[in-house]
Structures are given as structure tokens and as C-alpha cells.
């Protein structure tokens, strides 16, 4: 079963800050969280990763709590190109057995 | 960056007839794939692990028999399904976990579209 708590949908203003949280209260010391998209009928897309310290890379920043129970995706600057289902998962970082849940739909708006 | 390619992106098969496909990691070796499978309006679902070398690892539920992985090398896995049925027309994603300059990143082909009349 996933590990992860994601609302089933948002919406977003084009041109604004998506911020899509999750839940991960059961994560343990060596899980990493990862944040995929998928538009529709493509494969899931990388988006970010971490473990406990926030990160940023040019798609999305990541900001983990300090309790690492739970993390927000941040998109700045949403565009009508990042209207996807937002996963996220936590994962060991050996293997690569990535387990899905429902994930949010975020739809973003002109 | 790493990208993983899968072949054929759809495919429109009888029912009873096998079908293959392929998932290639193009520039970076793979020891290990996995293969998924994706019903509209649902998540991915797991369904067996490929390594390279041995045999696959499949999730409970899945019929080994039936969805034959084979990984023969470092880029190459396949995935034949064998007397295919309607029910078994999805879409179907591999993925592939290798040491690139990202890190231990796992990437997603752009999956296949499987029909099966």
C-alpha cells in the first residue's frame, strides 16, 4: 500500500504558486520522498527528491518538514502545461520500487 | 538527462495472440526495471520487478505465466503478454533504476497502449 496522503484534487490560477501537499507520518529514517507527474496518457515524469532537507531544481521546489511527516511540492509559477496527477512517494533509495497512490489532480486555470 | 524508451508506444492485437514490449534505458544501465500497469482513471499499479540476469519478481496477483519478463541485458527488458484477452487492454509503463548524474533517479518510459479485440 502507498504511504503517502495526497488531497484528490486542486486548483490553481496560471501565473501563481501551486503548492500541493502530502502526508507521509510512517516515513522512516532512509525513505526518501520523491514528487512524479503524470499528464495524461504519458509515463510518470520526474519532478524532485529529498530527504529531509528542502530542495529546488528548476522545475519545483520541495520543503520536507522537520519532522519529515509530511512535505509540499511547490510549482512557482504554475502554467497551463503543469495541469497533471502530482504523486508522491516515498521510497528507500535502493531499489527504485516506487509505489503509487491516487496522487492529486491539480488543474491549472487561465 | 536519462531517458527510457519503451516500443511500441500502442498496440491492437486479437484476442489469444502474445504480444511484446520492449523498455530500453538509452543512456544509462538499468540492473533493474519494473513494469506497471495503468487502467484509465487509475493509478499505476505495480506489477513485477525485472532483474537483469535473474528472474522477475512479480506483486501478488499477478500471474507470472501469463505477463512473461524477460532481462536479457543492462538496457533491454521485455514484457510479452501471452493469450491476451480484452481485459488485459491497458496501458503499460516500465521503469528503470540506474546511477546517473542525478543519482539513484528512476525514470518512466512513455508507456504503451495496449488493445487487445
Known amino acids: 500500500d502507498a504511504k503517502t496522503t495526497q488531497p484528490p484534487s486542486m486548483d490553481c490560477a496560471e501565473g501563481r504558486a501551486a503548492n500541493l501537499p502530502c502526508n507521509h507520518s510512517?516515513?522512516?529514517?532512509?525513505?526518501?520522498v520523491y514528487w512524479y507527474r503524470q499528464i495524461h496518457s504519458q509515463g510518470p515524469q520526474y519532478i524532485i527528491h529529498?530527504?529531509?532537507n528542502n530542495e529546488t531544481n528548476e522545475m519545483a521546489s520541495l520543503i520536507i518538514t522537520e519532522d519529515r511527516k509530511s512535505s509540499t511540492l511547490i510549482l512557482p509559477h504554475a502554467t497551463l502545461r503543469d495541469t497533471a496527477v502530482y504523486y508522491c512517494i516515498v521510497m528507500s533509495n535502493q531499489g527504485g520500487k516506487l509505489i503509487f497512490g491516487q496522487g492529486t489532480e491539480l488543474s491549472v486555470k487561465p | 538527462g536519462a531517458v527510457v524508451s519503451q516500443h511500441p508506444s500502442w498496440v491492437i492485437c486479437k484476442s489469444g495472440t502474445s504480444v511484446k514490449i520492449e523498455c530500453r534505458s538509452l543512456d544509462f544501465q538499468a540492473t533493474t526495471m519494473f513494469w506497471y500497469r495503468q487502467f484509465p482513471k487509475q493509478s499505476l499499479m505495480l506489477m513485477a520487478t525485472?532483474?537483469?540476469?535473474?528472474?522477475?519478481?512479480?506483486e501478488q496477483g499477478v500471474e507470472k505465466d501469463k505477463f512473461l519478463i524477460n532481462h536479457a541485458s543492462l538496457t533491454l527488458s521485455t514484457l510479452t503478454v501471452t493469450s491476451a484477452h480484452p481485459e488485459d487492454s491497458s496501458f503499460y509503463i516500465c521503469?528503470?533504476?540506474?546511477?546517473?548524474?542525478?543519482?539513484?533517479?528512476?525514470?518512466f518510459g512513455e508507456g504503451s497502449w495496449l488493445t487487445v479485440v
Open positions: 529529498g530527504l529531509k
Open positions: 525485472s532483474n537483469e540476469g535473474s528472474k522477475a519478481t512479480y
Open positions: 510512517t516515513i522512516s529514517g532512509n525513505e526518501y
Open positions: 521503469s528503470a533504476a540506474g546511477s546517473t548524474y542525478s543519482g539513484n533517479t528512476i525514470y
